[in-house]
T-cell receptor, first 121, second 114 residues
Framework: AQTVTQSQPEMSVQEAETVTLSCTYD???????LFWYKQPPSRQMILVIR??????QNATENRFSVNFQKAAKSFSLKISDSQLGDAAMYFC??????????????????FGTGTRLKVLA | NAGVMQNPRHLVRRRGQEARLRCSPM?????VYWYRQLPEEGLKFMVY????????ESGMPKERFSAEFPKEGPSILRIQQVVRGDSAAYFC????????????FGPGTRLTVL
């Protein structure tokens, strides 16, 4: 079974600085997707960035980028020029590309336990 | 384009009552997923449905929990005879037909069992 581990329960960063959130996962599959979701106090789950395992290039979305190390099964999120609005829980998630079977394709997400990011003014 | 909608946002029930949580997927989306988030934990998959079909319910407790996604209307997650341990945030997500790689989440329903 696949697992996702976020070993940092809480992180702090000074406004305008850069912070990296760690995520490791375990799987025997070769094809999958990885995601970072942001959950602010409103509890809405907001997709930050996604990565396809077959792509070697690291995904980027504005100030957010990932360091995807497939062999090491590591998927860290880097936030540059941190802003007060970045303060939230951040969840790493894994999704198989194959699912239960090709016909039905469950595609369920497996989430880590989250990292609470605090941004200091 | 409205996002995934869930109601109610907050639901309070006494032990033994029934809880009904509703989820309207994004327009054009035919896949619905339910997740549960206990305090200080990540989201845990419960069930995956398509219209009138339960595809994968491997994360659903065997008793008291049921889900449906009828041909017309929202998806319903039903919890019978609630207990305090059911207190959690319940999230619904949807994805479009033929494109299940990314799920779009609703704002969640926070269930409190007294």
């Amino acid at each position: 079974a696949q697992t996702v581990t976020q070993s940092q329960p809480e992180m702090s960063v000074q406004e305008a600085e850069t912070v990296t959130l760690s995520c490791t996962y375990d799987t025997s599959e070769s094809d999958y997707y990885l995601f970072w979701y942001k959950q602010p106090p409103s509890r809405q789950m907001i997709l930050v960035i996604r990565q396809e395992a077959y792509k070697q290039q690291n995904a980027t979305e504005n100030r957010f980028s990932v360091n995807f190390q497939k062999a090491a099964k590591s998927f860290s999120l880097k936030i540059s020029d941190s802003q007060l609005g970045d303060a939230a829980m951040y969840f790493c998630a894994y999704r198989s590309a194959s699912g239960l079977n090709q016909a039905s394709g469950t595609y369920k997400y497996i989430f880590g336990t989250g990292t609470r990011l605090k941004v200091l003014a | 384009n409205a996002g995934v909608m869930q109601n109610p946002r907050h639901l309070v029930r006494r032990r033994g009552q029934e809880a009904r949580l509703r989820c309207s997927p994004m327009k054009g989306h035919s896949h619905v997923y339910w997740y549960r988030q206990l305090p200080e934990e990540g989201l845990k998959f419960m069930v995956y449905l398509q219209k009138e079909n339960i595809i994968d319910e491997s994360g659903m407790p065997k008793e008291r929990f049921s889900a449906e996604f009828p041909k017309e209307g929202p998806s319903i997650l039903r919890i019978q005879q609630v207990v305090r341990g059911d207190s959690a945030a319940y999230f619904c997500a949807s994805s479009p037909k033929g494109r299940t790689d990314t799920q779009y989440f609703g704002p969640g329903t926070r269930l409190t069992v007294l």
